[in-house]
């Protein structure tokens, strides 16, 4: 349920409105927008009388949200979410491009993309230190050395890292660590985003291979109940049953998204795709359907990259995909 302030309404009557719901056992979400002051009522609100609560002279108008996300639905919370990262922010007038290798192989490869993808336009590192891999023979990752030289990567180009974490025990290794990825097959590991709903880290949560947006959603929601409001969506494709494409992008999820909540939203096009040539063509539709952002491999030497080569771009690609995209979104912003 949410009630929609009136204008004018004091930081006094606020508080008294908020402390009497709690006092019904409720716990109150304040968001104060552009438009209105809207106050989300999480709990059960059953109890709660709809009339009387709509009669108080500072209320507006009251409603009853139907869907089972709170804290993400934007009727929450009816401005974009703007997400700070470092000395950066994703969502509003943002386009946030997130760039690096799959899994972090080495200092050196790690310094030499970083400082390209700089120079390219990227405003974050990414890189994988702990990663998912499908079968128990392939690369692991290097797990806590990766995050330190992912830190160090960051030391010397200022760019924010983001690593994807796979276990709430290891939470400690990634204290420097600006962004936390969950990663696609962890999308519905409801211990560890209860876990991360605890720390105040910003976590980039990737949607899960088979699972709709309400599903996405519900998951945002396991970490924004826990108090951390700090969520970054990734969109990466979805399986079905075309096997030219890794996955299927489902970027009709971008506008959808944009009305079912305030989260700020980036596309992955490279495990979407998993081609590195398709790579370009749907970062470009990513940018003209309204995504808050990119997030894209990118390898010095795709061909001998220990995960995910062929999907990697070398510099000089991706530095092609961010002119291109940066012309759609001038293209977009006039039209
Ligand atoms: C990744 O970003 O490196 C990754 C493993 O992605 P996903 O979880 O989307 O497969
Ligand atoms: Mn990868």
Not at 63 to 75: G, L, T, V, W
């Amino acid at each position: 349920m949410i009630a929609v302030l009136k204008q004018g309404t004091t930081e006094k009557q606020l508080e008294n409105l908020s402390s009497w719901l709690r006092t019904q056992g409720l716990d109150v979400h304040i968001s104060k927008g552009s438009a209105h002051t809207v106050v989300g009522l999480i709990g059960d609100t059953s109890k709660i009388d709809e009339e009387l609560l709509e009669s108080l002279d500072i209320v507006d108008s009251v409603k009853r949200i139907s869907e089972p996300f709170k804290s993400a639905n934007r009727k929450f919370h009816p401005d974009d979410s703007i997400i700070k990262v470092a000395n950066t922010s994703v969502g509003g007038d943002s386009f946030t491009i997130i760039a690096g290798p799959c899994s972090v192989e080495s200092e050196a490869q790690v310094m030499e993309i970083a400082k390209s993808v700089k120079r390219s336009g990227a405003t974050m590192l990414r890189g994988g230190a702990f990663k998912p891999r499908t079968s128990p023979y392939d690369f692991q990752g290097l797990k806590a050395d990766g995050i330190e030289i992912l830190l160090e990567a960051k030391k010397e180009t200022g760019l924010p890292i983001v690593t994807e974490i796979m276990n709430a025990n290891h939470l400690p290794l990634f204290e420097k660590v600006d962004v936390i990825q969950v990663g696609a097959r962890n999308m519905q590991n409801f211990e560890l985003l209860k876990e991360l709903g605890k720390t105040n880290k910003t976590i980039l949560l990737k949607r899960g291979l088979a699972n709709t947006l309400k599903e996405f959603l519900m998951s945002a929601e396991y970490i924004m109940a826990g108090g951390n409001e700090n969520i970054i969506l990734c969109e990466r494709g979805i399986r079905t049953f075309e096997t030219y494409t890794r996955n299927t992008l489902d970027l009709s999820a971008v506008p959808m998204l944009k009305e079912l909540t305030h989260l700020p939203i980036i596309i992955d096009p490279s495990h979407a795709t998993g081609v590195a040539r398709l790579v370009k063509p749907m970062a470009m539709a990513a940018a003209a359907c309204g995504a808050d952002g990119l997030m894209i491999e990118v390898h010095n030497d795709p061909k001998h990259a220990l995960c995910d080569g062929a999907q990697s771009l070398t510099p000089e690609a991706f530095d092609d995909v961010t002119r291109a995209v940066r012309r759609i979104l001038m293209a977009v912003k006039e039209l």
